[in-house]
């Protein structure tokens, strides 16, 4: 078991969460969102992620949007426009990494939405329960086991899926005496517990809206084990029981009872000996923070119980005080105090403004319940969240209660035994790719700058005849542009066969099992006036603008006045006078020394400067080798280092390129422009729209304030931002993130704008 387990968890694991800034939306409205991806076993910022993959897919599993974003420290924050590809209707959201498409566990981060479109015909929906009612009775750890003490859990949901609260049962027998009773709690969650026999038929009885419902629970087996987990006050105690039947049959029979959280095992030897019953306690100390997964294995190591035991104790919560208010004639602005924060360590912080009487904020889990628990579980738990918000003793049981009826976790046993995950599916560090040369002739090639990536040059092995590139991080559908380099040195257009990684947003094969969302009764329909006007149409086209400023010349005055030492700008004429770099620098008073792919620089002292490549310093030049200046925008030579430090006492070179330059290029037609199949998305900015009455219920229901998908922690451990001066009485700050490299905080405050 233990080498299996080991082999099964070697592979390290991803959990993403995303904070969004409201789940029920109009359409024109902008869905806004903060993504985070963890590492499953310290529940810290993951330190490699970098691809993150967000997609919104309709109730066919149609994806309707996806968009690749660029993670930096593990967090980050796109959009999506709810534009004409939408209708009413409910929609998916979903955040992963590729990474986690090699395991079977639940890991990425799923959210069902409302759209509402007033311009749809039959948006108005009721909710209006019915009399049907799902009732399931789930004896703890699996089996219902004769003549023995059965705990069991109870979940009773309507035709909607929603747990019906405050509900209550009576348990009987077959000549409907009552055997217990429960309530369930606003959740729809509740337990009993009985002794049952083998020969005897129990029923459920509830009663729903006036109608008796009635159902039947499964016969109960003659041999078997009965399982009963109990939280204490710094400990857990374990109850396993047997009948006389089963203790004949097993004998001095070993059991293992396991413990684990997809990373720790540890092990308990069970024997029931003479005894129907077996004791064990075990201090929290020994259990693991969060999910804790109790397994009893018989002799043949075949899993026949299983049991999730939650620990809050570990999980560290972050408190915001009370928000402090500074108002200004049109604008508020909120400082929100949070204790025991290092500003040094990274943290991200994401807030959502919304009317205080909102009815558009309804996420299953937050962040706390997103890592802790729902990766662990094969179902989803209705209102997650609900179970780490203002946490309390009650919370604690109630949550118990429903892990006592989620059955076996999202770790299959015969998996682990035989299956291990492998990987397939590569940990990404933004874009590669693998480009392929047809002219034999030519060994050198340059990839120019990008947005994010410096210009590169390539020495390509003659036998392969290829050369490839990663951790490129292009964005918005900007293309790659690359020229080859003759032995002449002459720049001339390559003909390349360029292979990218990844090429097109990677699908789950796994789509998860998400909690339904409530509808709301009063939906807008077509009779509905627009209330709101989309607040990217506050976006104005300007008409073409002619300036007679001379701006080149004015950028090179502005240039030379703020460097020390010399700076020369190149325009196109200015780029043919020089073959490359080693042969501009001779013409600056340089030693240069090239010679099978070195290069060294001199001045006239015989000392070597310091060089920069676009605000890179070189600690090796060899790079410049047959540098070409196609791209060169422009070169600062200090001869004498003035403004730079002492080390830069033989002088400093700083070469500026620009990847924008193409006109020369595109005379000569030396380059080859290769299109990125799969792009970085930039944050865009996020657009409030605007109401035509902020008085109305429809702006109390669906109206939004501002959203704030990054803020860090200030000096004075304050979050700070400014918004519009509310039009509404009271407003609802939504606060999700994490700091400390492990803290967390999801609190809700409501604020009284008067």
Known sequence: MVSSYKAYT?????????????????????????????????????????????????????????????????????????????????????????????????????QILNILDSEAKDTQKSIDSTSKLDAQFLPEGGHFVADVKNSVGVIVKDSFGFGVPNLTGHVVDSE??????????????????????????????????????????????????????????????????????????????????????????????????????????????????????????????????????????????????????????????????LNNINDTLINNFSVSILPGNTKSYNPNNNIISSIYLQPYINSYIENAAYYFTDISRKKKFEL????????????????????????????????????????????????YATRNNDLQVFEIDPKTKDFQATGLLPMDNEKLRFSAIKNNNATVKPNLYVQFSPFQTPTLGYQGNFAPIKEKLNTINNETPPMYRPGWEKVEDLDEVTLTVNKEAERTDRLKRVAFGKVDVFDDLKRTTSIDFASYLRTQGYKVTEYIGELQIINTRGKSPIVYLDNIRLYNTDALYKFPMDNVDYISINKLGGGEGGEAANGVIKIFTDPTISQNKLKRNVTQEVPVPLTFSSPKEFYVPEYTSYQSQFYQDYGVIGWFPRLRIQEDS?????????????????????????????????????
């Not at 620990?311 to 004639?329: D, F, H, T, V």
């Not at 015969?414 to 790719?433: H, L, Q, R």
């Open 718 to 754: 304050n979050l700070i931002f400014k918004i519009p001066m509310p039009k509404v009485e009271t407003i609802s700050i939504f606060i999700e993130g994490t700091a400390n490299d492990g803290s967390f905080i999801f609190e809700v405050k409501n604020i009284s704008v008067q």
């Open 176 to 337: 409907n005496n009552i055997l217990n009773n429960f309530t369930t709690n606003s959740l729809g969650i509740g337990k009993f517990t009985f002794k049952p026999n083998s020969t005897e038929l129990y029923k459920v009885i509830l009663n729903f809206n006036n109608t008796e419902h009635i159902f039947n629970l499964k016969k109960a087996a003659d041999r078997g084990i009965a399982l009963t987990i109990n939280g204490l006050e710094n400990r857990v105690a374990i109850s396993l029981r047997t009948n006389e039947n089963t203790s004949k049959q097993i004998g001095k029979q070993n059991y293992t009872l396991a413990i684990h959280n997809g990373k720790v095992l540890k092990t308990i030897n069970i024997n029931f000996k003479k005894s129907l019953e077996v004791m064990k306690t075990i201090n929290f100390e020994d259990l693991s923070t969060g999910i804790n997964i109790f397994t009893l294995f018989d002799e043949q190591n075949k899993p026949i119980l299983e049991r999730l035991f939650f620990k809050y104790e570990g999980i560290r919560l972050l408190n915001a005080q009370p928000p402090q208010i500074e108002n200004s004639i049109d604008s508020l602005t909120i400082k929100i105090p």
């Open 400 to 447: 118990d209660n429903v892990l006592l009826t989620q059955g076996w976790s999202s770790y299959d046993w015969n998996t682990i035994f035989n299956n291990p995950p492998k990987a397939n599916y590569e940990y990404e560090n933004g874009v590669s790719f693998k480009a392929n040369a047809n002219d034999r002739n030519i060994s050198k090639y340059i990839m």
């Open 10 to 110: 070697e592979l390290p694991r991803e959990i993403g969460y995303a904070h969004l800034n409201k789940t029920t939306y109009l359409k024109g409205e902008i869905i806004g969102y903060t993504a985070y991806i963890f590492d499953k076993a310290s529940h810290k910022l993951s330190s490699t992620a970098t691809n993150v993959y967000c997609t919104i897919s309709d109730e066919n599993n149609t994806t309707i949007k996806s968009e690749m974003i660029l993670a930096n420290n593990s967090v980050a924050n796109g959009s999506f426009q709810i534009d004409s590809l939408f209708t009413s209707g409910k929609y998916t959201f979903r955040a992963y990494t590729n990474w986690m498409r090699n395991f079977e566990e639940p890991n990425f981060y799923g």
